[in-house]
């Protein structure tokens, strides 16, 4: 299973992710090899994914380098990587809220290509598109469904030693926790993207009683 990870790189050999399996950078000039991830957020994003399917091919597709901020345009870009690439799944814990990105989007994801993201934004907010929000009483092997949208931890890998209050939280980590999810029904093969949706939103029911929102 092919898995790209949009974000600011993962650091390979790190105990939570291991060797991954190859990677690109890119920029509003193209495309480039730097996939080193120098502010730690594509590492822990790629931990929590691994930690749900240890066997799957990570791919790094850098967008960020030292700052969180990034462009629509990139963003699309780095879509239409993915897209090229045939990555069987893609992690994307960012989005934008800039509306004349919508078109970008919808033909940058195509017909088939499956996309997690944040719930409250593009291209989350698409149609097709694992839209995802963080419920903090959600264990993190669960997750359920409510009115369009799927809910996960919003906590990522533990650290030994490190208090949870210190760690690294958010909406990212719940994206990240749910593509770990979603690998874990891609393993039984379907036949569209719209079954695999079909599928994550049939075993909500199942982990509803784990994990339930206030």
């Known amino acids: 299973m092919r898995i790209a990870i949009i974000d600011s790189g993962i650091h390979p050999g790190h105990p939570h992710v291991g060797e991954i399996a190859g990677g690109v950078e890119i920029t509003h000039s193209g495309e480039g090899q730097d996939t080193v991830d120098r502010l730690g957020h594509g590492t822990a994003v790629a931990g929590a994914i691994r930690e749900k399917v240890p066997d799957a ?23 239409e990587w993915c897209r090229v690439h045939r990555m069987d ?22 017909d088939d290509l499956l996309v997690v993201s944040a719930a409250h934004a593009l291209p989350g907010s698409l149609a097709g598109v694992v839209g995802v929000a963080a419920d903090n009483d959600c264990p993190r092997d669960a997750f359920h469904y409510d009115g369009g949208v799927f809910y996960a931890s919003p906590y990522p890998r533990p650290i030994p030693g490190v208090p949870v209050a210190h760690n690294l939280q958010g909406t990212s980590f719940a994206v990240a926790n749910m593509t770990g999810l979603v690998a874990r029904v891609l393993v039984n093969p379907v036949n569209s993207r719209a079954a695999i949706l079909g599928a994550l939103i049939a075993k909500s029911s199942m982990e509803q009683p784990r994990c339930r929102r206030t």
Do not use: C, M, P, W
């Open 89 to 110: 799944l893609v992690n994307l814990s960012l989005g934008t809220e800039n509306e004349a990105h919508r078109d970008g989007f919808l033909q940058a994801l195509g």
């Open 57 to 79: 091919d990570l791919y790094a597709v850098k967008v960020f380098d030292r700052r969180l901020t990034t462009s629509g345009g990139v963003i699309l870009r780095a879509l």
